[in-house]
């Protein structure tokens, strides 16, 4: 079942206390320099590239950022005006804490194809991951998600935009 944006907004920050954040996982490779944009909005977010400190950091910039958000946050305002229409990111909430949460995420950069390569994977972009998710096994989103509470990304429907989303309690 698909969530309008209004009960996103709800379910995602409704999640939100007790031990358990808000994030975004914004697509580096959606905005000519999403660091500046991250920064314009917050002074002194909680972001990491996670690209950084990995194989994949010459790429640093296109690549994934995990940034925390609160409720009527700057940053999550723009991210649903201007990063949801360019396909941006995803959502999610964790009861990890930023470090762990971080490589949890970074543990699903790359994956093996079926010829043994390896290959980045692109989970943080939306259209991919409603792809994936429509695909995978119950056991492996249950991999995927691991630690974190929920993932949410939007879909587009013509002009309408909702929100698709699995929760680690649904397993």
């Not at 977010?45 to 010459?58: D, H, I, K, N, W």
């Not at 910039?61 to 958000?69: D, Q, R, T």
């Not at 990890?96 to 390569?117: G, K």
Request: proline share 4%.
């Amino acid at each position: 079942m698909l969530l309008s944006t209004e009960d996103f907004t709800k379910e995602l920050f409704g999640r939100t206390g007790g031990g358990i954040s808000a994030y975004l996982l914004l697509d580096g490779a959606q905005f000519e320099n999403l660091p500046a944009i991250i920064y314009s909005y917050d002074e002194q977010p909680t972001v990491t590239a996670l690209f950084a400190g990995t194989y994949y950091e010459p790429a640093v910039k296109a690549g994934p950022y995990l940034v925390h958000v609160a409720k009527e946050n700057a940053l999550f305002n723009w991210f649903m005006q201007e990063g949801v229409k360019a396909h941006a990111g995803i959502a999610l909430t964790s009861r990890l804490d930023f470090a762990a949460s971080c490589e949890h995420l970074r543990s699903w950069l790359e994956v093996t194809l079926p010829n043994y390569n390896l290959a980045i994977f692109r989970y943080y972009d939306p259209v991919v991951c409603s792809r994936i998710m429509q695909s995978m096994s119950a056991a492996e989103k249950k991999a995927l998600i691991g630690e974190l509470e929920a993932m949410y990304w939007p879909v587009h429907q013509d002009e309408d935009i909702q929100w698709d989303y699995f929760h680690r309690d649904s397993l």
